[in-house]
């Protein structure tokens, strides 16, 4: 029983995820190098545009041309740095779900298991087409635009001259061959983190049915108190290995969209209107996947109470109520998935950090006047 299969082939084509079939010493070895070569085409392309960037600090549209494809750059080599951190823990996360007391282990069990994995899994299809088409339209406009005017699609400071055509081909290869893994690594991760939420929603809704069973076998109550156990430790350990992720995550796509929003503002090509206002499509799309999934988990939790309370518990005997005593008592203080520590990823996040950026892009514009 495989979940999270098409956020995992994702992640394993872009060299963030080592197959377990590869084993072997010899493979293993290949695939080290893969993900090096993706890594260094990543950071390669980061620095340079870095450097741009603190090349011309003259003023904030000469910053913001450049700025907001420097932060996406970020974002990603930092996802892909925690990833490979992670990749223990990652197992460690889906072995849970995969073991007693979590696995289903009945067809209805079942049934909810698939419904969750295939809600995440229609919405990375969603969002790969939504990556397709930005990162085609970027590519096609390149071809179209810069590429015969020998013209980089993003400016950045390299330590050759790249006047002439092979070293030309290279450098624009370079960076839209990053551009790509960048795209698709960022949907890997994401859905990855969403889907480790979705699953928290699904074994919540598990535990539910479980628990309505207990009336016909009392027996099972000690594996309910045991899974709602592992429910907590799974949204404890998911909220601590990707903690910096999304606060990363969060911090810098609000830069990203105010300065997209300026940039958009300020230009005057209309192929590049279409490209920014795709960038801050997916940005959005991103934050809003993270805040509703987050969101859902919270409500799941404190739906379980309610669940409890339908149960017709007064017929129990005295331990099963005391085992039902221990789940609600654990469940008043709900799950909450929260970036930068502090602040809880839900709804209101989302609309707050909608409304932040819209005021750093007027104070933008503002110190353009």
Known sequence: MHILKLTFNLLTIFGCWRPNSWSSLHKRLVYYVYTSIIFLLLNTFMIS???????????????????????????????????????????????????KPCRPSKSTEMKILYKFDKSIQINTWRFVHLGI?????????????????RKLTYKAWLPFDYSSAILFYITFTHQMTSLVAAMFINIGCDTLICGLLVHICC???????????IMSYSNIIRD???QHYYIFRFAVIVNAKFRLTLTVQFVMSMMMICFSLYHLSKTTSKAKHLEIILYIC????????????????KLKSYEMIDKIFEIKWLTLDENNKKSLMMIMRRTLVPIQIKYAYITPMNLNSFMNILKMSYSTYNLLQHMNK
């Open 133 to 149: 088409i930005t990162v085609s339209s970027v590519i096609l406009s390149s071809l179209l635009i810069n590429f015969r005017n």
């Open 203 to 213: 074994q919540i809704e598990i535990l539910t049915y479980r628990l309505r069973k």
């Open 49 to 99: 545009q870095l450097i741009d960037v603190i090349l011309t600090l003259s003023n904030a549209e000469d910053i913001s041309d450049n700025f907001f494809a420097l932060i996406a750059m970020c974002i990603t080599c930092c996802k892909v740095l925690i990833l490979l951190i992670n990749r223990k823990n990652i197992t460690m996360l889906i072995d849970i779900l995969m073991e």
């Open 224 to 226: 309910c108190v045991y």
């Open 282 to 297: 997916c940005m959005l799309t991103e934050l809003f996947f993270y805040c509703w999934y987050g969101n859902e988990v």
